[in-house]
């Protein structure tokens, strides 16, 4: 009994160790005046990496800092914080959630003296949903997630501009990557934040997306005057190369699925469907692919269904 009480213990030290050195090593990169880019990996969440799979930002201001989106985690966000203090020694003055999936509103906690704004639906759907997007992040990320709790939004984000110590923000209020998509446009420097309604060189998520919103989405963002564009994830461009990516990505995906809908192919031979050449080069594809057709397959298969049998 005293031996497997003492490997008990190592076996609990030994984790509790590994906890307390987990660290995300966050480095903020300037690609603007007064605005930089976290950047994470192209991967799925996983232990390895703790869920750094998403970009964070914030713009240095003359009144205070702006940040965009706080990360998978607690640890994250108080990373994410001590970060921007070794940056600058202005304060944070405004927080935001782009969205209500967990890699960007699970740091929100590093900023509970401060408060975070989202768009009322995402407020709403964090304080609805928050706990059961932090329970599977828990089984996904393991000790990374340590502390974590969900923390909903208090305050609401309108659309329009904002003046931000001598920055004109412009906050886009849009759809189709979830029910409610906030962009940032920087109409001071010339920078785009998009969150989650573009991908860089990753095949992009669809857990939550209506594609005819995103697409529409897509050309808003493509209309801003923009010199440098934040994708959620991938690294930042100069150009509107990852809006088409996305945007093409999208087509594919809805045409592929409609059509396979309506030749009746059972969801796992849809999972099998060969992936273009053209994206070769995103990161995920397959899998992605794969989990699209978990998420928007049933609903096309319904519509076709109902084209077949025709009104009751």
Do not use: C
């Not at 964070?56 to 706080?70: K, L, N, S």
């Not at 059961?132 to 502390?147: A, I, K, P, V």
């Not at 849009?174 to 940032?184: E, M, Q, R």
């Amino acid at each position: 009994m005293r031996a497997l009480l003492s490997l008990v213990f190592l076996v609990w030290t030994a984790t509790a160790a590994h906890a307390a050195d987990l660290s995300y090593a966050l480095t903020p990169r300037l690609i603007a005046p007064g605005t930089y880019i976290v950047e994470g990996r192209r991967e799925h969440f996983s232990r390895d990496n703790g869920g750094n799979i998403v970009n964070t930002a914030f713009i240095v201001t003359a009144a205070g800092v702006v940040i965009i989106d706080t990360g998978p985690s607690a640890l994250y966000g108080r990373e994410l914080r001590a970060a921007i203090g070794q940056v600058t020694p202005l304060p944070v003055v405004k927080v935001v959630n782009t969205h209500h999936h967990p890699d960007h509103f699970l740091g929100n906690q590093a900023f509970a003296d401060i408060g975070v704004a989202a768009s009322a639906t995402t407020a709403g759907i964090i304080a609805r949903d928050g706990q059961s997007l932090t329970e599977n992040l828990y089984r996904l990320n393991g000790d990374w997630m340590r502390g974590t709790e969900p923390q909903a939004p208090t305050g609401r984000l309108e659309g329009g501009v904002e003046e931000i110590g001598g920055h004109r923000l412009r906050w886009l209020l849009l759809a189709g990557h979830t029910a409610a998509d906030v962009a940032l446009f920087d109409q001071t420097t010339g920078v785009l934040f998009t969150a989650d309604l573009v991908f860089k060189d990753r095949a992009p998520t669809t857990p939550d997306a209506d594609i005819a919103a995103w697409l529409a989405a897509l050309d808003v963002l493509e209309a801003l005057p923009f010199r440098i564009l934040v994708p959620g994830h991938g690294n930042e461009a100069t150009d509107a190369a990852p809006i088409a990516q996305t945007r093409a990505w999208l087509g594919w995906l809805d045409s592929t699925l409609g059509a396979a809908a309506a030749q009746g192919l059972s969801r796992t031979e849809a999972m099998q469907l060969p992936i273009p050449a053209d994206f070769s080069a995103l990161a995920l594809a397959r899998d992605e692919f794969q989990r699209s057709v978990v998420h928007l397959y049933p609903t096309l298969e319904a519509g076709a269904l109902q084209r077949v049998v025709g009104p009751k």
